[in-house]
């Protein structure tokens, strides 16, 4: 009698890659900081583009004085916000990660 299905082999992520919540976010050296009320303003020293964060993302600049983890921003958000869902934190919070990364304000550490 013929056995069963056979499981498909997983393929293995490679382990040069660490896992996105485990890359600790920081500020780049190219970016100049003021306020503005409660928003943040960040002026990048080589594209001389401005960029103004809502008051939550102003926060979340506070606390990338030090680099952190995605896992330690997601966690600092809800102890501030409880009411927010863990996945739409984990979403809200990579969102404006990526934003950051892709304007060269912020700077990720393996």
């Not at 809502?54 to 979340?60: E, L, Q, R």
């Not at 030090?66 to 863990?86: F, I, K, M, Q, Y």
């Amino acid at each position: 009698m013929p056995a069963g299905p056979r499981p498909c082999k997983r393929e293995e992520e490679p382990e040069s890659a660490p896992e996105l919540n485990e890359v600790r976010v920081g500020h780049s050296g190219n970016v100049l900081t003021s306020t503005a009320g409660d928003r943040v303003v960040l002026y990048h020293r080589r594209s001389g583009h401005a960029l103004v964060l809502n008051p939550t993302g102003s926060w979340i600049w506070t606390l990338l004085v030090e680099p952190t983890s995605v896992t330690g921003l997601v966690a600092e958000l809800r102890r501030r916000h409880p009411a927010v869902p863990l996945d739409q934190a984990e979403r809200d919070v990579t969102a404006l990660l990526d934003d950051l990364r892709t304007r060269g304000v912020v700077e990720t550490q393996p």
